[in-house]
Every structure is written in C-alpha cells, then in structure tokens.
C-alpha cells in the first residue's frame, strides 16, 4: 500500500525530470530572494544557468550546520515572520541552537512525507499510535502525530516519561503501533517486564517506527523477536523539517522521496561525489520548501544509495542503514571508532541487556577506551570467574570487531544511564 502511488511509483525518468524542475525552480528563486544564497553562489563561482542537469546540482555550494548556528535564529529564512506558522529547536551539542520555521505549506508537505512513510509500514485508518517521541521543540512528536493523523490513525499523544502510564495506555487504548526511539523502546519492555506484562502477549502492539538515533540490525532482531512485533528505521534531521523518510514493508533500506530530496553521497574530506553503493556522507536538498530553503545540507550521517530497485515498486531510491556521523567517529590510536561499530558487536553476546557506555580518555598521550556493558539479571552471578570470563568474552569480541583493544568493564543489571529521548552512548573526557 502507498500513499501517493502516482507519486511514489512514478517512473524514474519522469521523477528525475520532475526533481530537476524543482531544482532548478529553487536556485533561481534563492539567487533572487536571498542574500545568502546569492552570496554564496557568487563567491563559488556559479549561476543558476549553470544548472543544466540534475547532475549539475554538484556545482552549488554546501551547507553545514554553523551556517544554521551563525544566521541565528531566522537570518536565512526567505518568508517575512507572519507566513510562520511553526518554529522547531533542536538542541545544539556546542554554542547556539538552530531554529527552523514552517510555513503552512512547509508543514504540510512535511506531514505528507510521513503519511507516506507510515503507509509504507502498513499502517493506517483503524491503527492506534502511540506517539512517543518528545512533543515541542524536538520534530519528533508533533512530527509523527501531524502524520499519523493524516493516514486516519487514531494518536495517543503520550511523549517521552511516565513509562509505567505508557504501558497502561498501550494496554487500555489497544494500541497497534508506537513511535519512538529505539533506546526507549527497549526502556519501556524493560519497563513492562518488571510490571509483569508482556507486550508479545499481553497487548496488541505490533509496529515500531524507530529512529532519531542510531540503531543496528542486531536491535531490530533483537526488538522484533521480543516484543513480536515489526520495526521500521525513520529518519530524519531537524534542519530538513523532522522525521520524514522510512523504511517500506521491505525493511530494507530508507526511502528518500525524490519529489522532497535530492540525495548525494559524497565524500567526507574531499567533498567529491561518490557512486550508489559507496559509502559516505549524505548531503540532501530540500526541493519544496519555503521558510527555510536547505541546499546541499552536509547532515554529516554516513550510508550509501542502495543501487537495486526496491521490490516494493517504489521507485524513490533507498539509503542504507545509517553507519555512524562523520562525526561521532571517535579516533582511537589512530583507528577510526563508531559507537554504533561497538553496539554492533555487544548485541551478539547473549549474557548482556544491551545498555552500555562507552568513555574515552587520555592517559600519557594514548587514547583508552572503556567499554561500560551492562549484564541480563540471569546472566548476572557473584562467581568471580564467571564474570571474568564474560568480560574475556566482551574484550575478546571488541578487539575483533573494532582493531584496536578496549578496557571492558561489567555493570550491574539497571545500573547503566536510561534515556528516553537519544541515547548518550559516549563520554568523551578528551582534552584535545
Ligand atoms: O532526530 C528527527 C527525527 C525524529 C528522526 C524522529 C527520526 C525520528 P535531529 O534531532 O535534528 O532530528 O537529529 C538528526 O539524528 O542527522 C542522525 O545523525 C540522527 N538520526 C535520525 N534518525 C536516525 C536513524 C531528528 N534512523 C540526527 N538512524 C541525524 C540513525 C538517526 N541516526
């Protein structure tokens, strides 16, 4: 089932014509309308005329985050404040936050991104979705509420916390799907588990749209079997509207709507693109927006264009699974680190419940890594040996996965930090 399946099954060559029009349309009015854009372009040399082809988008400029950050908080919106009628905040890690702003159209067409993406999860009119992602500044909540509205889903509006009440709700309202990050998902089983309920038997969940941060194939094994349901990877960034892009019934690989996005991969270091299949940072242009124009936005994650069609016959192309940002890469001795590199590894270790920590210092000049892991209450024994070789276990399976050897050390069960938004994997005590 699709949403919009003229658009979303539209033949290639057509969607293609159909993006650069789109492009095109967008240059020329930045070129015109905005100072920053006309700047920009000028000093880089190039002109709307120069975009011939959709390939030629690669002659404009990039646009980072600071760009965002230094324009605080609306110096780069193109509409005058009373076309407003949203504004979302997403928390900067250093310095100002960055401030987005939605015109009636800019929500709306945000909102159709989702009815898609969660028609493609094969939910819809009769579902009840239990929206728990943060509502207000994070485009998670109201981003997902606003979507699954459209499809005629029936929301509960929980947001983030009071998980015991979370699980009531789910029990009570018969809900059939939830919104949220992966981290809570886990939080709230966890949750029900020491309430005594099982959500594989005891309610009628059945999908998850999971997202906002990163997450392995082993989690989403390790979700589905649990809790017996299925669950899709959402993504999104604040700067390109919130949430918008997901897996279809498939699960396997995000759907970048090609009417919305212009996808590019390219090279972190040198900026060149990269072929389908390569893996590398994707930068994204927003076709059709009006508050806040993105053009070539480095979002600084790394995945590669998936180059077969999808079964599913939607013909938007698929990014693979988000490997890592460019730059929560830690470097470690010289050898380049994911987090999600490291939760890869620890998920296929049954003794552990899949919480960890991951703190990184500097002692005489080297890096040392030290990986927190928590242990499952059944796995857990006062048996010096047995933990020891646990922890054996865990070093032994780091150093393979990762090249480099990591200090190890088990945890308690319950004992790790719980997050109900995004996980904070990495503690970096670093004087750089
Ligand atoms: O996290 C928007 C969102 C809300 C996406 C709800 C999905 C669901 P930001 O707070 O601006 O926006 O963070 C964006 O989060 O650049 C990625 O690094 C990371 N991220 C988002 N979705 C995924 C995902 C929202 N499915 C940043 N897998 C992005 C891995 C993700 N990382």
Same mark, same amino acid.
């Given at each position: 089932?699709?949403?919009?399946?003229?658009?979303?099954?539209?033949?290639?060559?057509?969607?293609?014509?159909?993006?650069?029009?789109?492009?095109?349309?967008?240059?020329?009015?930045?070129?015109?309308?905005?100072?920053?854009?006309?700047?920009?372009?000028?000093?880089?040399?190039?002109?709307?005329?120069?975009?011939?082809?959709?390939?030629?988008?690669?002659?404009?400029?990039?646009?980072?985050?600071?760009?965002?950050?230094?324009?605080?908080?609306?110096?780069?919106?193109?509409?005058?404040?009373?076309?407003?009628?949203?504004?979302?905040?997403?928390?900067?890690?250093?310095?100002?936050?960055?401030?987005?702003?939605?015109?009636?159209?800019?929500?709306?067409?945000?909102?159709?991104?989702?009815?898609?993406?969660?028609?493609?999860?094969?939910?819809?009119?009769?579902?009840?979705?239990?929206?728990?992602?943060?509502?207000?500044?994070?485009?998670?909540?109201?981003?997902?509420?606003?979507?699954?509205?459209?499809?005629?889903?029936?929301?509960?509006?929980?947001?983030?916390?009071?998980?015991?009440?979370?699980?009531?709700?789910?029990?009570?309202?018969?809900?059939?799907?939830?919104?949220?990050?992966?981290?809570?998902?886990?939080?709230?089983?966890?949750?029900?588990?020491?309430?005594?309920?099982?959500?594989?038997?005891?309610?009628?969940?059945?999908?998850?749209?999971?997202?906002?941060?990163?997450?392995?194939?082993?989690?989403?094994?390790?979700? @589905?079997?649990?809790?017996? #349901? %299925?669950?899709?990877?959402?993504?999104? &960034? +604040?700067?390109?509207?919130? $949430?918008?892009? *997901?897996?279809?019934?498939?699960?396997?690989?995000?759907?970048?709507?090609?009417?919305?996005?212009?996808?590019?991969?390219?090279?972190?270091?040198?900026?060149?693109?990269?072929?389908?299949?390569?893996?590398?940072?994707?930068?994204?242009?927003?076709?059709?927006? @009006?508050?806040?124009?993105? #053009? %070539?936005?480095?979002?600084?994650?790394? &995945? +590669?264009?998936?180059?077969? $069609?999808?079964? *599913?016959?939607?013909?938007?192309?698929?990014?693979?699974?988000?490997?890592?940002?460019?730059?929560?890469?830690?470097?470690?001795?010289?050898?380049?680190?994911?987090?999600?590199?490291?939760?890869?590894?620890?998920?296929?270790?049954?003794?552990?419940?899949?919480?960890?920590?991951?703190?990184?210092? %500097?002692?005489?000049?080297?890096?040392?890594?030290?990986?927190?892991?928590?242990?499952?209450?059944?796995?857990?024994?006062?048996?010096?040996?047995?933990?020891?070789?646990?922890?054996?276990?865990?070093?032994?399976?780091?150093?393979?996965?990762?090249?480099?050897?990591?200090?190890?050390?088990?945890?308690?069960?319950?004992?790790?930090?719980?997050?109900?938004?995004?996980?904070?994997?990495?503690?970096?005590?670093?004087?750089?």
């Amino acid at each position: 089932m699709a949403w919009d399946p003229r658009i979303e099954m539209m033949p290639e060559p057509e969607l293609k014509k159909l993006q650069f029009t789109l492009l095109k349309t967008l240059v020329y009015r930045l070129y015109s309308f905005s100072n920053f854009y006309r700047s920009r372009m000028d000093e880089h040399g190039v002109h709307p005329d120069d975009i011939q082809t959709l390939d030629d988008a690669k002659k404009l400029p990039f646009m980072v985050k600071s760009d965002l950050r230094d324009n605080y908080p609306d110096k780069l919106f193109t509409v005058s404040r009373d076309e407003l009628v949203r504004y979302h905040v997403s928390s900067g890690t250093t310095g100002k936050p960055t401030v987005v702003g939605y015109t009636q159209k800019d929500v709306d067409i945000w909102t159709t991104s989702l009815a898609r993406a969660l028609t493609a999860c094969g939910i819809g009119r009769g579902d009840v979705v239990q929206v728990s992602y943060g509502y207000g500044l994070f485009t998670g909540g109201l981003g997902l509420h606003y979507g699954a509205e459209r499809i005629g889903a029936t929301v509960v509006p929980t947001s983030v916390g009071n998980t015991e009440r979370q699980l009531e709700l789910m029990q009570d309202l018969h809900v059939t799907a939830i919104a949220c990050t992966p981290s809570y998902l886990i939080h709230i089983s966890e949750v029900a588990e020491k309430m005594g309920i099982s959500i594989k038997d005891d309610t009628v969940l059945r999908a998850a749209i999971l997202g906002a941060e990163p997450w392995s194939e082993q989690m989403r094994i390790r979700i @589905e079997e649990q809790l017996g #349901i %299925r669950a899709y990877n959402i993504y999104g &960034t +604040s700067e390109l509207s919130g $949430p918008m892009f *997901c897996e279809c019934e498939e699960q396997n690989g995000i759907h970048m709507w090609s009417d919305l996005a212009l996808v590019e991969i390219v090279d972190p270091e040198t900026g060149e693109p990269l072929p389908p299949g390569t893996r590398g940072e994707m930068v994204v242009t927003i076709l059709q927006k @009006e508050a806040l124009p993105i #053009i %070539r936005y480095r979002t600084g994650d790394i &995945t +590669s264009l998936i180059p077969e $069609p999808c079964p *599913c016959g939607r013909t938007h192309p698929r990014i693979e699974r988000l490997s890592g940002r460019v730059d929560d890469m830690l470097i470690i001795r010289g050898i380049n680190v994911f987090p999600s590199q490291v939760e890869h590894a620890l998920l296929g270790i049954p003794e552990l419940s899949g919480h960890f920590q991951i703190i990184v210092d %500097r002692k005489q000049a080297l890096d040392v890594m030290l990986v927190q892991v928590e242990m499952k209450p059944e796995a857990f024994s006062d048996k010096i040996t047995d933990l020891m070789a646990v922890r054996q276990k865990v070093a032994h399976t780091l150093k393979n996965a990762l090249n480099v050897g990591v200090g190890v050390e088990l945890a308690e069960p319950g004992s790790l930090p719980r997050f109900e938004g995004k996980a904070k994997r990495v503690v970096d005590k670093r004087v750089m």
